[in-house]
């Protein structure tokens, strides 16, 4: 992994390309935006866009590509049917399979979605010298489903899912003004302390990620969460839908 | 239009939907955000989202409603069928109409969409002590057609409009400080000086709006322009569409 974060996006992508790395990308090309990657038929991907737009927190669109094709402008040569450590299948809302290409599912009615990822503003924070439990430990972040409504849009319905840092008191306004500067990566959070009153019953049992480990006084705080436009996909019950698999995002030629 | 100055969002909206108020919207409801509208049928409105999506400068998306409803979640009880004080109707890409009313155009398959426009940056520039030269003269700004492309989506193909306000040297960088602050109204300039390097034959010459005053020392700075997303659409050449009439902006009931 040290040789590993010293390379640039490009050589990290011909990597995923070839097979040669299929692990998470966390840590990996500092500085540069990685991206969520969820590509869905045609038929329904108005609705989506739709839905991204009305929730700019959860899904903040970095790119959205033409119908078939595979090519990013945000990062000229990529290929996104390889160029991802790993991938998922799903069929009628179930996990079908996971797998490292999808060369082999490409439809040419296929629209694929770039969504930032909250990596941008973690590595901002860690800068400015606020401490992450989760990366210190090597975890996930605890992510959390919440009753926050959704603006929907068409069958693109449902809650917003939130991931949980937790802050101590001197350093939530601070890691307020870090987090809004960057709006392609959920910006500023959406939610300090009080889990119950976002319908978290159990703070210690994420519903994705890993349990936090909250020291005494800190306080959680919660961010929109990029998980939110699969779950609202996944429970629209799509026939046909592949997603990035979990942590293993699409590392742009974007800077942060 | 010195007691209309005064009116609530509310009540602006209402003299429009009751066609006492069919001027422009210019210096009315201070401080509150005002939008261009485009409204498509459903056939071509995938098109023309991505085209927003990938052209946020020129079109800042302020909402998109469902097919078929009039009734922006931004203005509850508005009517956009009725409350803006005009509308132009396009067919075949080519102006048909210009009315105080569209509800018997009213189809259950047309998407409206709510564009942010220069009057909130304006306002700000000019609570700074920055002049605008169109302002105090009560004329329309100046806007060009340039050279700049556009990112293409799908039947949505065209380059930028740009609006032009001659500003000092000195207020330049205020100026571009202030308008990034909103994003939603066009943010920062996209070009400082030097008109002919974006395609600009003769600065005296706009393609829409009044002709400008430069003084002595002023250079032209040129902003993304709301009147962008309409050009391509007439260029598109589309069966349907409508707009707001030039200057006849919906005034919504967000803080610009």
Redesign the interface.
């Known amino acids: 992994m040290s040789d590993l974060s010293k390379l640039a996006p490009t050589e990290l992508r011909q990597l995923c390309r070839t097979g040669t790395h299929t692990g998470p990308t966390a840590g990996l090309a500092p500085g540069i935006l990685q991206a969520n990657l969820v590509i869905l038929p045609r038929e329904v991907?108005?609705d989506f866009?739709?839905f991204c737009?009305?929730n700019r927190k959860s899904c903040p669109?970095i790119?959205?590509l033409?119908s078939g094709s595979f090519a990013p402008?945000s990062c000229p040569g990529a290929d996104l049917r390889s160029d991802l450590p790993g991938y998922r299948i799903y069929r009628d809302g179930k996990l079908s399979e996971e797998v490292t290409d999808i060369r082999e599912y490409w439809r040419p009615d296929l629209v694929s979605f770039l969504i930032g990822c909250s990596f941008s503003f973690e590595a901002a924070l860690m800068e400015q010298g606020i401490k992450l439990q989760h990366v210190e430990r090597g975890c996930n972040v605890p992510m959390y489903r919440t009753n926050i409504p959704c603006?929907g849009?068409?069958r693109m319905q449902g809650r917003m899912v939130v991931s949980m840092r937790p802050l101590k008191p001197a350093d939530i306004a601070r890691a307020v003004e870090i987090c809004e500067r960057f709006p392609n990566a959920h910006g500023a959070p959406v939610h300090v302390g009080s889990p119950e009153h976002i319908g978290i019953a159990d703070i210690m049992q994420p519903d994705y990620g890993d349990a936090p480990v909250i020291a005494d006084g800190e306080v959680p705080v919660f961010w929109a969460c990029g998980v939110t436009p699969q779950a609202v996909v996944l429970a629209s019950k799509l026939a046909f839908c592949i997603t990035h698999a979990p942590g293993k995002m699409l590392v742009t030629d974007l800077r942060a």
Request: hydrophobic content about 55%; charged content about 20%; proline content about 0%.
């Open positions: 991907a108005y866009l739709v737009v009305r669109l790119e959205v033409d402008t603006a849009a068409g």
